[in-house]
């Protein structure tokens, strides 16, 4: 499909979206000019769809009275757009569920033409990761609409949340924003059971109650930023300091700021400071790093790494076979 004839069928599409929009509007959304919103228009008519354009202060383009489009309508490259998404997102633990997956493939393939349906169906048959599948924590779709739904109306909502500690809690929140970390879903708001601003996740939600209630945002609040500075706080067993001889800048590439915070040491070497709740992941992911490293603290950090070496020494020699004890001494 050409660039312009996306360009048409995205004009169509629009105009049973929002119809009455004025050229200039049209324009901006395409990001073309009047002139070709005018041309696009004539091209549509051509092709025996209703358009109209009407003059005056509630003119603008629109289909005629309704005048419906097929289901779904894609191109090649909308297509691949909307196939690969759908997979990517589900390796990601994105998704919602690998039969809502499933059955959106289905109607995607089913109106496809033939071509294309055998050309999509080709790489989605054959496409590999290199990562393997995240399952992200299981969560009511409807949940996550209506907290979207609150966020862009800046409505409260009643939460019924089940907490860390598995207790069922009730409370009234302000959802600031959605944010996808790390295969889960969060919502991040002023909770007004707290009087704090908190980091919620959607799988402990049970039911959300939309409300009248009216709440303005922080102006520069960043809800992204928060849950992830949130989570960073959340307390673990040990606190982690590491040197690695590696210069910062190199460090900060391996290692996201979700793990850990990293600064400039001397000797151009680089602190690490982070948290864990096992010591023994700790010293895989350091010595998965492939750089030398120096444990500060804490001491049993120390053992970890020690026992690691040991382990890997061992696996280095190969399989040992059990000694036979029907065998006589060896000459």
């Known amino acids: 499909m050409s660039q312009s004839t996306g360009r048409v069928l995205a004009l169509l599409e629009v105009l049973q979206a929002q119809p009455g929009l004025t050229g200039p509007q049209l324009a901006e959304r395409l990001g073309i000019d009047e002139r070709t919103v005018r041309r696009y ?6 092709l025996g769809l209703p358009v109209s354009a009407d ?85 009511d779709v409807q949940h996550l609409l209506a907290i979207g739904e609150a966020v862009r109306d800046n409505h409260r909502v009643g939460l019924a949340y089940r907490n860390w500690r598995g207790e069922a809690t009730t409370r009234d929140f302000d959802p600031y924003g959605v944010v996808f970390h790390n295969a889960r879903w969060y919502t991040t708001g002023f909770d007004h059971r707290s009087g704090e601003v908190r980091t919620l996740r959607l799988d402990r939600i049970a039911t959300v ?29 040990h606190e982690v300091e590491v040197l690695l001889h590696a210069p910062a800048t190199e460090v ?17 070497r680089a602190r690490l400071i982070c948290r864990a709740e096992h010591l023994g992941g700790m010293a895989r992911m350091l010595a998965g790093l492939g750089w030398d490293f120096t444990v500060v603290r804490p001491p049993d950090l120390r053992e970890e790494v020690a026992d690691l070496g040991r382990h890997l020494v061992e696996l280095s020699a190969g399989p040992h076979r059990p000694a036979d004890p029907t065998a006589g001494p060896h000459p």
Request: hydrophobic share 45%.
């Open 41 to 46: 228009a004539a091209a549509l008519a051509d």
């Open 55 to 139: 003059r005056g202060r509630y003119g603008g383009y629109r289909l005629a009275p309704g005048y419906r489009l097929p289901p779904l309508m894609l191109g090649d490259d909308e297509a691949v757009a909307v196939v690969l998404g759908l997979l990517a997102a589900e390796r990601l633990g994105l998704g919602v569920g690998t039969a809502a997956r499933a059955s959106a493939l289905a109607k995607i393939e089913r109106v496809l033409p033939a071509a294309l349906r055998e050309r999509v169906r080709a790489v989605r048959e054959t496409l590999g990761f290199t990562q393997p599948a995240r399952a992200s924590g299981l969560f």
């Open 209 to 237: 109650t939309a409300t009248a209630e009216h709440f303005e945002p922080p102006s520069s609040f960043d809800p992204a930023a928060h849950v992830v500075d949130a989570l960073a706080a959340v307390p673990y067993r």
């Open 252 to 268: 900060r590439r391996r290692v996201p700021p979700t793990a850990g915070t990293v600064t400039e040491a001397e000797g151009g």
